[in-house]
């Protein structure tokens, strides 16, 4: 999980962000909904995918940095962000 919610500073319309990463890549049509009061994101990566997007450093490295360092992890059964 990635968001103000992973480290207990969410506000009332903060939205929950979610990393997902698969053996296999996998599409996923509808990646943000809502959920009662809460918009969620996902972001559905196989495992090579996200850590070549890690890798990547451009325009907005600044900001996309953080999504990739600043994870609470919710289930991670290989020890992927370990």
Not at 11 to 21: A, F, Q, W
Request: aromatic residues 16%.
């Amino acid at each position: 999980m990635n968001s103000s919610d992973a480290f207990g500073k969410d506000e009332p319309y903060s939205d929950i962000e979610l990393h997902v990463i698969t053996k296999e890549p996998i599409y996923l049509e509808n990646p943000e909904f809502i959920y009662g009061k809460f918009k969620i994101e996902i972001s559905l990566n196989e495992k090579g995918a996200f850590v070549k997007k890690a890798k990547e450093i451009g325009d907005s490295w600044a900001i996309k940095a953080g999504s990739f360092i600043h994870i609470q992890t919710v289930y991670n059964p290989f020890n992927f962000f370990e």
